[in-house]
């Protein structure tokens, strides 16, 4: 009977300290580039030129609640990839500690760059 009793008083504290905070919806927008899409000869230019790397860097804006991560495709070709697009995230603007990279794109043709917001 205790522990029932001590449940039911761990799930009201647990209620009422979720309750006291305000929800934060964490909303992620989703860009893809495909190897098909990606210029011979990348540059600036080019790069800039791409959607899928151009949206979200129109969208970031520096308040500590956003975070760009690269989704790349196995292999070192993949990783050298989301490189090159994380350097040219940094190199536009957007400073290192809100960019990183992750292994897991689902398909070894294209990088998923997704943009977190809270």
């Not at 495909?34 to 790397?53: H, V």
């Not at 992750?102 to 977190?116: H, K, T």
Request: glycine share 10%.
């Amino acid at each position: 009977m205790w522990f029932l009793c001590r449940g039911h008083l761990i799930a009201l504290v647990a209620t009422v300290c979720f309750a006291s905070f305000p929800a934060h919806a964490l909303t992620v927008n989703e860009f893809e580039v495909l190897r098909s899409e990606w210029p011979k000869y990348p540059n600036g230019t080019n790069l800039a030129g791409l959607s899928a790397l151009n949206k979200p860097l129109r969208a970031f804006e520096e308040n500590g609640n956003q975070r760009i991560v690269v989704r790349y495709p196995g292999g070192e070709g993949g990783r050298q990839w989301a490189s090159m697009v994380s350097d040219w995230f940094i190199a536009y603007g957007i400073p290192g500690r809100y960019v990183s990279t992750e292994l897991g794109s689902a398909a070894a043709d294209r990088l998923l760059i997704l943009l977190f917001k809270e």
